[in-house]
Each structure stands twice: as C-alpha cells, then as structure tokens.
C-alpha cells in the first residue's frame, strides 16, 4: 500500500514534469548570478553564482550547454545547463556583451565593443578562429538559420555590417538609425529586424537586397519620444508576431509580422531590455532591469500574466525545454 | 616555384600594371567625398588655483575631436566619405582673428572652436565665416544664446541656466528650498549667481541670503578661521556657491558654521561629463579616451567630441559636406546624436543649443542626471533645463519652419492645425502653472 502510494506519487511528479517541464535563465547582472525560474509556477527556483557582470546568454542548440559572457571576468563561461556548474571558458576577448550561437552550435560570434570587433570562436576547441574588424562599438549580433550571415550591429558607426560566415568577411554594410542595438532574423531568412535605441525605431531590411524596406517609429501615446528607445527585438516562427521591447518605457510593443504595424503595447517592468520565447512560443518572456524582475507575456491573448522578482539588474534571458 | 605568377616579366606588363593601379586611385579619390573641418583654439596661461590637485591641462578639447574624427572615418570607409581636421592652435601672444583667416581655408564649412565668447563672437561674424557653421565646444554663456546669439553658430555645453536649472530640480527634489548664495568676485562668477537667481525663481525656490566672497585665496589663512565666521549666523538647507574657477569654494564643505551641503561650482557640481558617469555605454568612451589621451575626459573633450560626431552623423545621413545641407539637418526633426547620456541629443532650432542631460555628479560618485523624474514638459523634458522657446531672446531664421514641424508632429494624431503662436501660448500656460502663478 505504502509502495504503491509512493508509486504513484513518482508517476504524478515524473508526469507534471514531462508536461510542465520549462526553465527560463536569466543572468543578474549586479549580483553576478544566474536566476532559475519555473515560468508556469512563476516562481524563482535559486540563484547561482556565476561570475562577474554577466549580461549576454546562449543555449547550445542541443539544451545541454549555457555560453554565458561575464563581462568584469573578460570570458565566456560554458555552463551546464542542467546543474549550472561551470564547465570551462571561452577566449572571448575584452569585456564580452553579446554574442550569437551558429546554427550548428560549434561556432560562436561575440561583439567586443571597445575594440571594434568581432570574434570569432570555435567553440568544441576553445579556440578563437577570427577577428574581425567592424565599426565603432559593436553591439547586436544575429547568425542567420540558414547559417549564411552573421549580422553586426555597429552603435556609434550606425550600421549593420553582413559578415560572410564561409569567408569571415564584410560583405556588405547598411546604414540604420541612430544607435543600433539588436539585430534578428525572421525564421525565414528573408528578414533582418533591427531596433534603433536614439531614433526609437524598428526597421526591417529584406536581406536578398540587404536595404530597409520599412522604418516602424513607435510612439507611445503619453510618454515623450526620448524615452522611446527600442533594444530587443525577437519574431515568432511563423513571423505572426514580433515583439520590440522598449526599455524606459516600460512596454513592449507588439507588431503584425505580416503587416508590418504596431498592434499595441503591453505594459511590463522598468527599463525592458531583452525577450525570450518560451520553448513552444506560447509565452514571452523579459527582463526588466530597473524593476528587478521578469515578466511573462500570454501569447496567447497577449495578455501579461505575472511579474517574478529575480534580483538586481535581469540582463540576458534564456527558456530551456 | 609556385609563387612565380606574381613575379611581372615583360615590361609591357609592368607598365600596364601601374596603369591599372593609377587609374584605380584616381577612380577611389573621386569617390571619395572629403568632409573638411577646422578646429581652432588659443594655449592659455597656467591659470590661478586653489590646489595642485588636478594638473593643468594644456589644450582641453583636441583629442575629443581626434577621437569623433577617427570614429567618422570609420564609418566613412563603408560610405565612401573621408573626414579630415585642420587643427589651429593660436599661441598665446597670438591673434585669433588673423590666425583664423590665414588657417581655415574658404572651402572649409565647418569649424569646431574652442575659445571663449568674445573671440568666438568674433570670428563669426567676419565676412569669411558668412558660409561656416560653427561649433562652440567651450562657452556656457547665457547671452550667447540669447541676445548676443548668432545665427552660425551651434553650442555644444550645456549653458549656465541649464545647470542651475539642473541643479534646482534636485534641489528641489530633495526640498532644500532655502538657499544661501555664495558669489566669487569675478564676472564669470556673477553671470552664474545670475543663473541660479533664475532657477530659484523658476522653480519657486528662493534665496535667504547672498554673500560675496571678498576673502584671500589662501587655503593657510582662510579655510579654518574664515569660512566659520563668513557663514556664522546664518540659517539655510543648502549652500550655493558660484565659483567657476575654483578659487575657494571647496573651502566651505566641512568648515561652515552649521552643516549644510555645498552645491554649485564645487562639491554637487552641474556638468556635461564626469570620471564618475559610466552609464548608458559611457564607460566605453571613457576607457577609449584614456587609452588615447593617457587621462579621463574632460568636459570641453566631450563637447568637441559631441561637435565632431555631430557632422559625422549629418553628413552621412544627407550625403552632404556642404554647410546648408548639414545645418538643415543638424537641426531638423531627423537627426538624433547618441552621446552617452541615455537619451538622443537634439539641437534647440531657436538658438542652436544641444539639447541634454545634465550630470550632477560629486568628486567620486554620480548622485542624479538631470532632468530630474517628475519635471515634465509637452514636447521634451531636455527642455525644462535652459532658455525654453517662449524665453528665449533669440530667434534663429528657419526656426518657425522648423518649430511647427515638431509640433505638428507633436500634434498629427489631433488633426489639430497649431501655429507657432499657439505653441508659445501653451508652453507660457505650463510655466505659469509650474512657477504657481507668480
């Protein structure tokens, strides 16, 4: 009796797990720690200590690993995305940021923004393969499914420049507004969304002829144009959706993938810089760095369903199956 | 011998060789557009201090516009444009004005100055400066932008109403409405008494007492057994002082009769940049400058840096070097400069003064960013610092034009047809009711 009980409470809890199974990682920037949430529970799970300043995090396509840049420790820590012990580090060059995970996951690209390069990291032999020179101040950094392009974000040159990913070289450069921040692919490859923080806009370049072919200026009804500044940028699937996360304005806005218009803001945390779909696009997922914690989108009815406080300064966000 | 292909053997080939290489640079040197900027600026005499703290820095201001050059030209690679600075530095004994017509070429548009008002006063208003545009990287004067302004000539540093109007909001923030001013003897000192009298008026705060600081400069004699006595007797929230050269002033921290903050030219100081700001990627150009310079940057750095990018980000954006085509641009509603401070600078088009944050900053920490939150304004809240648009004596050709197309920007979701005079009229009422009706 006592056996099958017990029985069937492992089958209960090995169950709830298999369905609800979801971990969403985000890096804290002051308290150099990682913040483990169950997204559905809406609850912080634990924090671990990772390193100095961490702000940009990468899931290895196979869910196994955490590329995870802490920017004071000039690395990039590989993480065990299971029991998020440290398992060794990467030559990123000064004051790692943002970086971006090939398709393949053996190669990854990070911005050093005081030196006006790309890196260029082969990941299984921890080994930087390249550096390349782009503008002032790299910043957003995307690689493109078809793995074709790597895109860099310059924010002072006000470009983005095509890095060829068979030659490592600048192809081509496009000039965008006023400091760029983050740069994304559509899943089709066709389109490369990219967020101005100073002009407040989003553009969309069509990447076969590499130009804008629209500038979406998001005005908020209330608020003044300076605090319109749009930094992540992230589009679902089957580009329905795109969602633009808009920092001191506390919103994120919500934009017709298909049309191309803002359908409507929803109000998040303070100061939202970077989003995350969860694994089955059903949720969206933010950090708000001035407010201290996460927010969870329903996609659904775009709708926001909970606030999670996580700790000081939410920078980079993950979702893990 | 694989590598025989490259070794060029008939003389034919030679020849046809730097042909080619010829024709390839003059095809490269027509491309290229060459934006041409001066910048001008006089060595100064070690001046008075009250310290030997902080070294004299001969020549403030060059290596920011070095710094913005080379950064221009980086981006000019990948857009065909070449960016280059003729640097004059007058000598001391020298003539700004004769320096300045021998040294800048006529077919230069653009030129960053460094130099106080009267010299730049001048300058602009030579007959061969009629087609420059010029970019004051040194004045705070109020006049300048008011009724002395010039129609040529853009500011870069915020001015001194926009940091006493910084300062009082903080001020105000924190309730510290009683305030005893503490003026210096020199003219520069006077005009910034002058400012914080209009802030206090502004933000309806007011001045309990004033005084003029007659004492010697000497740390030895005065510090301990005057400053007591000079503030003795007095009862206030906070101490103003307007000291710009930094004669006394720290003086009154720690030795005033009752403890009280010090705010103004020393202690909570105003200012466009500081070693203490690193936000908003801040810190990325702070850690370039002083890798290039061997020191922090300095405000007139971050001025001339500001011009420089200034012309950068037009010319690239209109394709232009020509002076009309930047100005236009530099102030319309297109352009934005990113300049650290967490939100996009602008110029004002009725005087040509940069649009920014304001930094209030102590030696080692910084304490708050101006505008303070909760200081709103209709169009931008940058513009609750400074000589607004209805206060402003000057009046830039052009800027109707551009005025109502910010405010029918402002205004396009209302259909709503509004005219200059209708915008006045409504900044007027937001300052009445800010001001309480006084």
């Known amino acids: 009796m006592k056996l099958s009980f017990l029985g069937i409470a492992v089958i209960s809890t090995l169950l709830s797990t298999a369905v609800y199974a979801e971990t969403v990682i985000v890096t804290l920037e002051k308290d150099n720690a990682l913040a483990i949430i169950d997204p559905v529970e809406g609850k912080l799970i634990k924090t671990v200590e990772v390193g100095q300043r961490p702000r940009g995090i990468v899931l290895s396509p196979d869910n196994k690993f955490l590329y995870v840049a802490t920017s004071d420790d000039n690395t990039v820590k590989i993480i065990d995305a299971d029991t998020f012990e440290v398992l060794g580090q990467l030559p990123s060059g000064e004051d790692p940021e943002t970086f971006a995970l090939n398709p393949a996951g053996d190669r990854l690209y990070v911005s050093n923004e005081d030196d006006h390069l790309v890196t260029v990291i082969d990941v299984i032999n921890k080994k930087e393969v390249a550096k390349i020179k782009v503008g002032i101040e790299p910043e957003g950094i995307a690689v493109s499914s078809d793995n074709q392009w ?11 420049h ?155 966000i993950v979702s893990k199956p | 011998m694989k590598d025989n292909y490259f070794v060029i053997k008939s003389p034919v080939a030679i020849s046809f060789f730097f042909i080619v290489l010829a024709l390839t640079k003059t095809v490269l040197a027509e491309n290229v557009q060459v934006v041409k900027i001066s910048y001008i600026t006089q060595q100064q005499k070690v001046p008075a201090a009250l310290s030997n703290l902080d070294a004299f820095i001969q020549n403030k201001g060059m ?7 080379d950064d221009n030209n980086t981006t000019g690679q990948f857009t065909g444009q070449k960016f280059e600075l003729n640097r004059v530095v007058v000598p001391i004994e020298g003539d700004v004005v004769q320096m300045f ?86 003219k520069q000192d006077q005009l910034y ?9 502004r933000f309806g705060m007011n001045v309990v007492e004033e005084k003029r600081w007659t ?9 301990q057994s005057d400053v007591p006595v000079f503030t003795q007797g007095l009862d206030y929230d906070v101490l103003v002082v307007a000291d710009e050269q930094g004669l006394f002033g720290e003086y009154f921290d720690y030795r005033a009769w009752i403890p009280r903050p010090v705010i103004g030219t020393q202690g909570l100081v105003p200012t466009a940049w500081h070693k203490t700001h690193e936000q908003w990627g801040a810190v990325q150009i702070q850690n370039r400058f002083k890798v290039l310079a061997g020191r922090g940057m300095q405000e007139q750095d971050y001025a001339t840096y500001l011009a420089a990018r200034s012309i950068g980000e037009a010319v690239v954006r209109t394709k232009s070097n020509q002076m009309q085509a930047i100005k236009d641009y530099l102030l319309g509603n297109e352009f934005a400069l990113q300049g650290y401070k967490g939100k996009p600078l602008t110029f004002r088009p009725w005087n040509g003064q940069l649009r920014q944050p304001v930094l209030l900053a102590a030696a080692r920490s910084l304490v708050a960013v101006a505008p303070v939150e909760g200081f709103l304004h209709p169009l931008t809240e940058l513009d609750t610092l400074g000589f607004d648009r209805p206060e402003s004596s000057c009046n830039q050709p052009g800027e109707v034009k551009a005025a109502v197309a910010v405010v029918s920007e402002n205004n396009n979701s209302e259909g709503e047809e509004i005219t200059i005079q209708k915008l006045i009229q409504r900044l007027k009422k937001y300052y009445n009711n800010l001001n309480g009706n006084k």
């Open chain 2, 215 to 223: 004492h010697t400069y000497d740390a030895r004699r005065t510090a």
């Open chain 1, 150 to 160: 790597v895109v860099s974000a310059s924010e002072t040159t006000n470009m983005i």
């Open chain 2, 63 to 69: 290596m920011g516009a070095n710094i913005a050059i």
């Open chain 2, 101 to 186: 017509e021998q040294q800048v070429s006529i077919d230069t548009p653009f030129v960053i100055t460094n130099l106080p008002a009267k010299q730049l006063k001048q300058l602009a208003d030579l007959e061969s400066a009629k087609d420059k545009l010029f970019f004051d990287a040194t004045t705070t004067d109020d006049e300048l932008r008011n009724s002395q302004c010039r129609h040529n000539i853009l500011h870069l540093l915020p001015s001194r109403a926009m940091r006493a109007d910084a300062l009082a909001q903080y001020m105000m923030k924190k309730k510290w409405t009683q305030w005893f001013l503490v003026v210096g003897m020199t």
């Open chain 2, 193 to 201: 008494a002058k400012a914080l009298r209009r802030a206090a008026n």
């Open chain 1, 162 to 316: 095509w890095i060829d990913v068979k030659t490592n070289q600048i192809v081509d450069n496009t000039l965008v507004d006023a400091r760029p921040r983050a740069a994304n692919f559509t899943a089709d490859n066709k389109q490369l969304w990219v967020t101005s923080e100073m002009a407040g806009t989003l553009m969309v370049l069509d990447v076969a002829t590499k130009k804008i072919i629209k500038k979406i200026k998001l005005d908020i009804q209330g608020l003044t144009s300076d605090k319109i500044q749009p930094v992540g940028v992230v589009i679902d699937k089957e580009r329905r959706w795109g969602y633009v996360a808009i920092g001191p304005a506390n919103r994120v806005a919500v934009i017709n993938a298909q049309t191309l218009a803002v359908e409507k803001f929803l109000l998040v945390g303070q100061r939202v810089w970077n989003l995350a779909f969860s694994p089955d696009q059903k949720r969206l997922y933010t950090t708000n760095g001035r407010s201290n914690d996460i927010s969870i989108i329903n996609l659904e009815n775009h709708k926001v369903m909970k606030s999670v406080g996580v700790g000081r300064f939410p920078w980079g």
